[in-house]
Each structure stands twice: as structure tokens, then as C-alpha cells.
């Protein structure tokens, strides 16, 4: 066991929405440790833990010291995305990691940085995006609506203007050829610009010049340099309010899906959501007082009204909406994605230091979170939290997202670990095949602050869970027809003792207590999580093969965004002929405003079987966008057409929209 400031250094993403309670909780999950679990939509599919796609750091690989590459391959994690070249020499980028004044020496410094990534990290999947352009005697400012967070503005990015492009794409273009000449391999995903949403400047209309360029430059690089896909759009304030302006207005990611998606390698996107208890306007000149949370929990925000909490629904159903959108645009599944950022957005300062541990705890709560949803994800291929295994020598040195910091700068250079370090130790050797964990016995209003993921590691089940509500969950892992062979064992990663009062206390009674290893003794069906607690629980079984395996098939809507107010909605999904089935999910994701009162019934027919989901346990929040999941009997689906009709049973009228609509088959082979 390891309590940080003492020693030195099931379904994923659980689907209905959640209330205040403060009491205890029970459950079961009711596990198949001898059954492989296979999640698929279209052509991708994932039936494991695979330690390359989800635990990532943040920046350029191989950009460190052999020292420091060591410390990432003792953790068994590796940088998996970042920013750059830098083209343009405004003052702002200077700092920037892999900034040169000289073109060709630019070029040299990335090819050495992908030459030790190759020898580091082989076959290792990395990204990267555009850090910025030579500027354009054209326009320099931001469109009209830029539809994001006015923390994520950022100043001194560029765009790139129209009549520039083929100069642009020429310099990309050198620079790959750079990369390859010095016998690397470049990154495989490259997205035109870092967070053009953000600071795209330099062109009248941004959304649809960035994606124009971005397709210019994948048709330029298609045949000369295959090996590296174009992504997009690397937005960085994606969150979709429920007047839906953010995807019909601006549209950075419906534009480009409509405009890059039929030569596009994969969509790119960033998923940060925002903290209102961390944070103050003395801190942080966008902090908004009126939005204050009075607990740090994630989870109350959600139900207290704060707009942007991907935590819990919000990213599945936004990437349900992102697939569903590229079917209904290209007629084929949609492609791959990759989360090139994730965290939490507001804990101040911004870019460091931070006053106390108690603010990693909650930026590793939400990283957490993401991370579990991602893995029920078949389409997502690559997650990288915002979490820097050392923060840059010459830009945000204080930086509370690294594993190792500068607090002391400018008085003192020295790298200090912070509690990060031990965050991805906790996950250091999780990995496995993935078996099944279902939820039995959580009343609907439960379930979206639950997270649990399974996986077989040689005879041992492995389960990662994850409680979200300021209350004690007691749970029962129920194995079925396995047999537990030996003692089981539990590493925690919670809060311990009071917290701060205020997220500038420095002198704390409770501390981060992260387990580094599995020592503690539990009975499974007696396992007691305490309010946002994380943990990895490894089960001994007898000896045996996985017997066979189940298949759960996404197949989606090519319908999105339709309004739902007093007239009934009409959705179609097409199944294949061999649809056979054992069980079904009707996945609904439904959004609105101000949420729902309690009695606001949600109705769904499918091919004339209705089900009812009472949408009251979403009162308090604000902008909801959340994935409602109905069971099906698998006699009521047929090969070819399928119709669902939703309806919305209330006193009163409500400004709500469906996103889409999307059925879950199950099989076993």
C-alpha cells in the first residue's frame, strides 16, 4: 500500500443518468471471467486492454533523454501525441518544444525525435498536429462565432489562408520527407493544426478553410507518403449545448466529417471537462463566480448545472452522433478516432503550480473516468490524457498536468515527481483480455456514475472500478460459473480524510492514497468503494481456456439531430442479414436543456415494442447530452429496416433533441 504524501516516490461507462443521494448503495456485476468479450461497430473491434491505445502521456515521442525515456518504459507508458512544426516565428511558439528558427534544422530535430521513438516505442501508434504556419498578410482575426470556451482562445496561433494552402502544404510535405530521409518513421496521424477552433486566425471562414486545407493535404500526401493519415479537426471545445449551434453553427467537427471524411485517416478531437470548485477569478481571468460548485465533486457539478462534464454520457453519446453523422454523409462506417487531449479544464493556475495534492486527485478522478468510457469505445484507437511525463524546459514549468514538475522555477530547475507519477503506477501492469461485467440490481438513476472494466491476465480476472457519487457503493462481483482460486486482492486510489475546504489550502488533513500494489484482502461479494474511489481488484481462478466469446454489434442510425418536443420522431436502422442475436439495447442520446422534471417519459417503439424510461432522475442539469439504454428482445428485430419511434410524455414542452439512435446486438460464438 502507498499513501502518496508519506512515502517517496461492464460495460464501461454504465448508461442511465444519476441522482444526489448521499446514502450507501449496493449492487452486483455480474462477471464472465471464462467468456471473451469482443465490441464491435463496422470494421473496428477491440477485445482487449491494450496499454498502446489507452495509456498514453502527453508530447512528441522521443524528444527526452535515454534517462527520462527509461523512467516512461519502467511505467510501460509512452508519449502518444504531440504539437508541431512550428513554421511561424510569433513570440508566443518560441517557447514551444521543437521550435527552430531555421527550417532545416527543424526538419533535423524532428527526424531525430521520431529516430528514438522508432527505437523506444516500436509499433507504438503517435499523432501529431500542427503547431503553427508562416503568416499571411491576409485577415487576422477570428471569425464572427468561434463557439468555445473563452479559456481555450488562444492568442498567438495562425490559420492558414486560401491562397496559401499549396505553400503549406509543400512545408508539410518537405518536413515528412525530412522525417523519412533520416530513415524514421513519421507520425502516423497528423492533424493540420492544434485546436484550430480555438485559434484559427488568418481566413474568412475558418471551420470551412481549416477542413479544406486539411483535405488539400491529404490528397497532396496520399500517394508519396501513405504511412501518414490526415486527422481532424483536433478541436479543443467540442461540447454541444443543447440548442446544438455548436454543431450546426460553427460545426468544426460536422464540417469537417462533411468535407475530410471520405480522405481523412481518422477525426481527432480533445474532451476536457471543465472544473468551477478549483478555481477563482484571481487565479483565472475567465473564471465565471456565477458557476461556482461548492463540493469538488465532478459528479454534483453534473447535477448542479454545470454545461461541460463529458464524465458521465456526454462523450458516448457525442461519438455516437460523430459515427452516425459519417454514415449518413459518406454511407460507410465511420473511421477511426483518436482523443489526442483529455482532462479536467479550470483547476487554476492554469499552468501551474498547484496548491496541493487534492488537485491531482481530481484531475486523475476525471482521467479516469474518460479513460474507462473510451475503452467501451470499438472506433477509438488512441487516447492520450493531458498528462506530460516532464513539464517543458522553457514553456509552463510549473505545470500541475506532468509527472514531473518544476515547482521551484525560476529559483530552481530541478524535476520533482508529483502525485501523477504514482497515478500511472497504479495502472502500470493493467492490461488483459476483456470479458464481460454487467450491472444488476442499480436502479436506473445509479447507473451513469458507475464504471467497471473486466479482463482476464493468465488465471487471474482483473476488474477496474470506478465510484462517481458522494456515496459508499457496496458491491458483489459475482464470477458465475468460475472458480476463485485463492485470496483476493484489491489496490485503492481515493481520498482519504477531510477534504479542503478551498483549493488553495496547502496544509491538508486527508491525502491521496494510491496502492502500488495489491495487498489488501477482500471478500468479492462484500467489496466496499468508498465516494470517487478507483480500484483494481485481481481474483485468482482455477485454471481453464476462455470457452467462447460474446460479440456486442453496434449498428447505428444514419439519422442525427432531430427535435423532440409534442410531435413523435422517426428513426431507421438498417440490420444486416446475419443479425442473429441473443439480446439487444435500443441506445438512445437524448438532449435538452435544463434536463428533465420527474414524470418526463421517454418513449421508444421498436418495430411496434415499446419501452418507458422516466427522464426526471436528470433534473438539475444543464445541457444535457447522455445515452438512455432500453433493453430489446431479440424477436422483435429483423434483417433489413428497423423502425423506432421516440416520444416525449410531459405536462409541459421541452426544447429536447435526439442526437441518434443505435442498436446494440449481442452473440456468442
Not at 601 to 615: K, P
Amino acid at each position: 500500500m502507498k499513501l502518496y504524501q508519506i512515502l517517496p516516490t461492464g460495460l464501461a461507462a454504465a448508461c442511465c443518468l444519476t441522482s444526489h443521494a448521499d446514502t450507501a448503495a449496493s449492487a452486483t456485476l455480474n462477471i464472465q471471467p471464462n467468456v471473451v468479450l469482443e465490441l464491435r461497430a463496422g470494421p473496428h473491434a477491440i477485445s482487449d486492454v491494450d496499454r498502446n491505445r489507452y495509456f498514453r502521456t502527453y508530447h512528441i515521442p522521443g524528444m527526452y533523454s535515454d534517462e527520462q525515456a527509461a523512467i516512461l518504459q519502467d511505467l510501460r507508458v509512452s508519449p502518444g501525441r504531440g504539437t508541431g512544426p512550428y513554421f511561424a516565428h510569433s513570440a508566443g511558439d518560441t517557447e514551444r518544444a521543437g521550435w527552430n528558427p531555421a527550417l532545416n534544422r527543424q526538419f533535423a530535430e524532428y527526424a531525430r525525435f521520431y529516430t528514438n521513438a522508432d527505437k523506444r516505442y516500436p509499433g507504438a501508434i503517435h499523432a501529431l498536429a500542427g503547431g503553427n504556419y508562416p503568416s499571411s498578410d491576409a485577415i487576422k482575426a477570428h471569425g464572427e462565432d468561434v463557439e468555445v470556451d473563452a479559456t481555450m482562445l488562444i492568442d498567438h496561433k495562425n490559420g492558414v489562408h486560401p491562397d496559401d494552402f499549396a505553400a503549406n502544404v509543400d512545408l508539410i510535405e518537405r518536413w515528412i520527407a525530412a522525417i523519412k530521409k533520416a530513415g524514421a518513421t513519421p507520425p502516423k496521424y497528423f492533424s493540420p493544426l492544434n485546436e484550430p477552433d480555438a485559434g484559427w486566425k488568418g481566413s474568412p471562414n475558418p471551420p470551412d478553410d481549416h477542413s479544406q486545407f486539411a483535405r488539400e493535404l491529404a490528397l497532396a500526401i496520399k500517394d508519396e507518403h501513405p504511412e501518414v493519415l490526415i486527422a481532424g479537426p483536433s478541436s479543443a471545445w467540442g461540447h454541444p449545448r443543447a440548442d446544438w449551434k455548436r454543431w450546426t453553427g460553427s460545426g468544426w467537427e460536422r464540417r469537417f466529417i462533411e468535407q475530410v471524411g471520405d480522405i481523412a485517416g481518422a477525426y481527432d478531437i480533445h474532451v476536457y471537462s471543465k472544473e468551477y470548485w478549483a478555481g477563482s477569478p484571481e487565479h483565472s481571468r475567465h473564471f465565471d463566480p456565477a458557476k461556482k460548485q461548492p463540493t469538488p465533486s465532478m459528479y454534483d457539478a453534473f447535477l448542479n448545472g454545470n454545461d461541460y462534464v463529458w464524465d458521465f454520457g456526454k462523450i458516448d453519446a457525442f461519438l455516437d452522433i460523430m459515427y452516425a453523422h459519417h454514415q449518413a454523409t459518406w454511407g460507410t462506417p465511420s473511421l477511426p478516432v483518436i482523443i489526442t487531449e483529455f482532462g479536467r479544464q479550470g483547476i487554476t493556475p492554469q499552468k501551474g503550480p498547484w496548491f496541493n495534492e487534492h488537485a491531482y486527485y481530481l484531475y486523475g478522478s476525471t482521467v479516469t473516468r474518460l479513460w474507462m468510457a473510451f475503452m467501451d469505445r470499438p472506433e477509438v484507437e488512441l487516447t492520450v490524457p493531458f498528462i506530460l511525463p516532464f513539464s517543458d524546459p522553457g514553456y509552463a514549468q510549473q505545470r500541475g498536468q506532468a509527472m514531473y514538475s518544476q515547482p521551484n522555477y525560476p529559483d530552481d530547475n530541478k524535476l520533482e515527481p508529483t502525485p501523477l507519477l504514482d497515478f500511472y503506477r497504479f495502472y502500470q501492469d493493467f492490461e488483459g483480455i476483456r470479458v464481460p461485467a454487467q450491472w444488476e440490481g442499480i436502479q436506473a438513476n445509479n447507473e451513469l456514475g458507475h464504471f467497471a472494466i473486466a479482463a482476464r491476465h493468465g488465471d487471474e480476472l482483473w476488474v477496474l472500478l470506478h465510484n462517481a457519487p458522494a456515496r459508499e457503493l457496496t458491491l458483489n462481483l459475482d464470477l458465475g460459473d468460475a472458480t476463485q482460486q485463492g485470496e483476493a486482492r484489491i489496490a485503492r486510489m481515493r481520498w482519504e480524510g477531510p477534504e479542503p475546504q478551498d483549493y488553495t489550502d496547502t496544509e491538508l488533513e486527508g491525502q491521496w492514497r494510491i496502492d502500488l500494489t495489491a495487498e489488501e484482502v477482500i471478500d468479492p461479494s462484500q467489496l466496499v468503494l468508498a465516494p470517487e474511489e478507483t480500484a483494481i481488484v485481481k481474483i485468482p481462478l482455477a485454471a481453464g481456456a476462455l470457452s467462447s466469446k460474446r460479440i456486442e454489434e453496434r449498428f447505428y442510425s444514419s439519422q442525427t439531430i432531430q427535435p423532440l418536443n409534442q410531435e413523435a420522431v422517426e428513426y431507421h436502422i438498417d440490420l444486416p442479414t446475419k443479425h442473429v442475436t441473443e439480446d439487444a439495447t435500443l441506445v438512445v442520446s437524448v438532449s435538452a436543456p435544463k434536463g428533465f422534471q420527474q414524470g418526463t417519459i421517454l418513449s421508444a417503439t421498436v418495430n411496434g415494442y415499446a419501452q418507458e424510461f422516466d427522464l426526471g432522475i436528470a433534473e438539475g442539469s444543464a445541457q444535457l447530452l447522455a445515452p438512455i439504454r432500453l433493453p430489446i428482445p431479440a424477436s422483435k428485430l429483423k434483417a433489413g429496416d428497423n423502425e423506432i419511434v421516440i416520444r416525449l410524455s410531459a405536462g409541459k414542452p421541452w426544447a429536447a433533441t435526439i442526437g441518434t439512435v443505435r442498436i446494440d446486438a449481442v452473440r456468442y460464438d
